[in-house]
């Protein structure tokens, strides 16, 4: 690969994702407010390591895909929202943990802080339309990053018991079919499928562990969001199953994913202050 690292990868496609998406999509995305949302995840990021003595450097990588994924899926009329999602972000690393293992999805968690804890945050779950050459640009980069993590049996679980359950509340409403693929062709569910939920370092360690959880997330997911008409039911999926990971784990040991040098796959040793695949999407 041309990059040392997978990760450059990721940060190199979810700033293409920025530039496309203000391209092509016109969103209301304030400059300024990616600025704040890089200053302070990686600020955030230097302060704690050096607080807690987890890390010798900053991880700059680590930061940077959080502020991207923030810029990507969090919108605020503030730029002290934007601080406190990106602040809690990073901190949800060094303070959600068990052993060296952080179980939340930290710009997942930095947006369900803000749309928690302020009234001017919100998120866009249609912003990415429905065209489908954004879904193969999606499955395109995602695909590369899975491809090199080994986390493709995550994405499998969800899009399959996702579209699975749409299809059988589908049959039983009898609506036509046009109406299923409306709500599958999401370029904001794909995000979330690809580059969220296949975090390897926040996710189950174990194989049978991440189909569970990822099936689990698609199942909650169904019912936020057509019982009680969550339209950001993923983000609030994902992170009120974030401790099941725990749990997982638990039953199912295997050694943690650790990002080894020259390697995406290796699941060796594993490393402090833990690098997330922001995946976005949460987006969506």
């Given at each position: 690969?041309?990059?040392?690292?997978i990760?450059?990868y990721?940060?190199?496609?979810?700033?293409?994702f920025l530039?496309?998406?203000?391209?092509?999509?016109?969103w209301?995305?304030?400059?300024e407010?990616?600025?704040?949302?890089?200053a302070?995840?990686?600020?955030?990021?230097?302060i704690?390591s050096f607080?807690t003595?987890?890390?010798?450097?900053?991880?700059?990588?680590?930061?940077?895909i959080?502020?991207?994924?923030?810029?990507?899926?969090l919108r605020?009329?503030?730029?002290?929202?934007?601080?406190?999602?990106?602040?809690?972000?990073i901190?949800s690393?060094?303070?959600?943990?068990?052993g060296?293992?952080?179980?939340?999805?930290?710009?997942?968690f930095?947006?369900?802080?803000?749309?928690i804890l302020?009234?001017?945050a919100?998120v866009?779950?249609?912003?990415?339309?429905?065209?489908?050459w954004?879904?193969l640009?999606?499955?395109g980069?995602?695909?590369l990053?899975?491809?090199?993590?080994?986390?493709w049996?995550?994405?499998a679980?969800?899009?399959?018991?996702?579209?699975?359950?749409?299809a059988?509340?589908?049959?039983?409403?009898g609506w036509t079919w046009?109406?299923?693929?409306h709500?599958?062709m999401s370029g904001?569910?794909?995000l979330?499928a690809?580059?969220m939920?296949t975090?390897?370092r926040?996710?189950?360690?174990?194989?049978?562990?991440?189909?569970?959880?990822a099936?689990c997330i698609?199942?909650?997911?169904f019912?936020?969001?057509?019982?009680?008409?969550i339209?950001?039911?993923?983000f609030?999926?994902?992170?009120?199953?974030a401790?099941?990971?725990?749990?997982?784990?638990?039953l199912?040991?295997?050694?943690?994913?650790s990002?080894?040098?020259?390697?995406?796959?290796?699941?060796g040793?594993?490393e402090?202050?833990?690098?997330e695949?922001?995946t976005?999407?949460?987006?969506?």
């Amino acid at each position: 690969m041309l990059l040392k690292d997978i990760r450059d990868y990721q940060i190199l496609f979810l700033g293409l994702f920025l530039v496309l998406g203000i391209g092509t999509r016109d969103w209301t995305l304030r400059p300024e407010l990616i600025g704040v949302a890089i200053a302070s995840c990686v600020s955030t990021q230097w302060i704690l390591s050096f607080v807690t003595s987890q890390e010798q450097k900053i991880n700059l990588r680590s930061a940077l895909i959080s502020a991207l994924g923030l810029s990507l899926l969090l919108r605020a009329d503030h730029w002290t929202t934007m601080v406190l999602a990106a602040v809690s972000a990073i901190a949800s690393k060094f303070f959600f943990k068990v052993g060296d293992k952080h179980f939340f999805n930290p710009a997942n968690f930095g947006i369900i802080s803000a749309l928690i804890l302020t009234s001017d945050a919100w998120v866009s779950p249609g912003q990415w339309g429905e065209e489908w050459w954004y879904g193969l640009v999606f499955a395109g980069t995602g695909g590369l990053i899975l491809q090199q993590v080994g986390r493709w049996d995550t994405t499998a679980a969800f899009l399959g018991s996702y579209s699975l359950l749409e299809a059988i509340r589908n049959l039983y409403l009898g609506w036509t079919w046009d109406v299923y693929w409306h709500r599958l062709m999401s370029g904001s569910l794909l995000l979330f499928a690809l580059f969220m939920v296949t975090d390897p370092r926040s996710i189950p360690n174990a194989k049978i562990g991440r189909i569970i959880w990822a099936i689990c997330i698609a199942s909650l997911t169904f019912i936020l969001r057509n019982y009680f008409f969550i339209p950001t039911a993923v983000f609030w999926s994902l992170f009120a199953l974030a401790p099941l990971t725990l749990l997982l784990d638990w039953l199912w040991s295997s050694p943690r994913f650790s990002w080894v040098a020259g390697k995406g796959k290796g699941a060796g040793s594993s490393e402090q202050g833990g690098e997330e695949l922001m995946t976005i999407n949460s987006a969506l």
